[in-house]
């Protein structure tokens, strides 16, 4: 079925060039908002990886204009209070393995580790 497994099912309003590529107004399209958080003419490579390094640029992880969400504040919010916690409490918390041995699950909207195991 459509937008199964990556991207976002939306119809072109009106006809539009992307890269080179005309599409038509009415065609269906797939918009894989994760990949637009990583186009690399947008975010460095060297960000990718850290998650406290600040955003080079607005990211669509929350929607954007009238479809932005409601809680991105308090979620965002939330996470920040959490991690600061976290790292009070555990000052030598770190990845027990290497980063590039963390196996990722991925999803159309999110990607989360399998399993993280951590020492301190």
């Known amino acids: 079925p459509l937008g199964d497994d990556r991207g976002s099912p939306r119809h072109a309003a009106e006809d539009v060039e992307i890269g080179g590529v005309t599409i038509p107004a009415g065609a269906i ?3 894989d908002c994760g990949m637009a958080n990583r186009d690399p003419e947008v975010f460095p490579p060297a960000t990718l990886h850290d998650l406290f390094a600040p955003m080079e640029a607005p990211t669509l992880s929350f929607g954007a204009g009238p479809h932005y969400c409601l809680g991105a504040w308090l979620a965002r919010t939330e996470l920040q209070l959490a ?3 976290l ?3 555990f000052p030598d918390l770190r990845l027990a393995a290497p980063m590039d041995a963390v196996a990722w ?4 909207t ?3 580790p399998q399993r993280l195991g951590v020492r301190w």
């Open 83 to 85: 991690l600061h916690r």
């Open 87 to 89: 790292a009070a409490r």
């Open 110 to 112: 999110s990607r989360s």
């Open 29 to 31: 399209v797939l918009a």
């Open 105 to 108: 699950r991925t999803g159309t």
